[in-house]
């Protein structure tokens, strides 16, 4: 059975740092989701990663996906308020999505 | 483009009770999905369905039910509400690279 392991869960940053999120999962797969979730809201789609090696970027935020690893990650730079929110990354195992814990990123001005 | 519908957005239940959440998507998705999502935790998976006429148990379908007749449509059955089932529930649809979320049903049984 897939698992998947995100880190850190919590996230508190200043606003102009770096920091990055990371993805874990136990079993090959062939396609990787990033979403944001702001409190109360559904989910907005960010990124789909279909192959290794896979880089996408937009705005302040860069998700990759290395395959052999099963890592994606997801880097945030010069983070600024507006990004505060719980992102999600979610991994297609058989016919299901399997999703992590999610990650509560706090950015503080 | 309506995408994915989810109603009702609010309800609550008596325990014992019995409802059922809608979910349409107009993509012609043939994968869709329930989740449940309490809070502060991330999405356990309820059902899921990769076509009409045919639907799979998630992680956690005690307590419920889902039937899928059309590509469109993918109702959650709750039998006999418990307090336990207390949760935000999302439905999503996909196809190929795309994967949509409805807006949520918030459903609290007391």
């Known amino acids: 059975e897939l698992k998947v392991e995100q880190n850190p869960l919590f996230l508190s940053m200043q606003e102009g740092k770096n920091y990055t999120i990371y993805c874990n999962y136990s079993?090959?797969?062939?396609?990787l989701y990033w979403y944001r979730q702001d409190p109360g809201k559904s989910l907005e789609s960010l990124f789909v990663?279909?192959?290794?090696?896979a880089v996408k970027q937009e705005g302040r935020l860069m998700a990759s996906l290395d395959t052999k690893a099963r890592l994606s990650t997801l880097h945030i730079t010069a983070a600024v308020h507006d990004l505060s929110a719980t992102y999600f990354c979610?991994?297609?195992?058989?016919?299901?999505?399997?999703f992590g814990a999610g990650t509560i990123l706090r950015v503080k001005s | 483009n309506a995408g994915v519908t989810q109603t009702p957005k609010f309800r609550i239940l008596k325990i014992g009770q019995s409802m059922t959440l809608q979910c349409t998507q107009d993509?012609?998705?043939?994968?869709m999905y329930w989740y449940r999502q309490d809070p502060g935790m991330g999405l356990k998976l309820i059902y899921y369905?990769?076509?009409?006429?045919?639907?799979d148990k998630g992680e956690v379908p005690n307590g419920y039910n889902v039937s899928r007749s059309t590509t469109e449509d993918f109702p959650l059955r709750l039998e006999l509400a418990a307090p336990s089932q207390t949760s935000v529930y999302f439905c999503?649809?996909?196809?190929?690279?795309?994967?949509?979320f409805g807006q949520g049903t918030r459903l609290t049984v007391v």
């Open positions: 999503a649809s996909s196809w190929n690279t795309e994967a949509f």
């Open positions: 079993t090959t797969s062939d396609r």
């Open positions: 979610a991994v297609v195992y058989g016919n299901k999505l399997v």
């Open positions: 993509m012609n998705h043939n994968y």
């Open positions: 990663l279909l192959s290794n090696g």
């Open positions: 369905s990769v076509g009409a006429g045919i639907t």
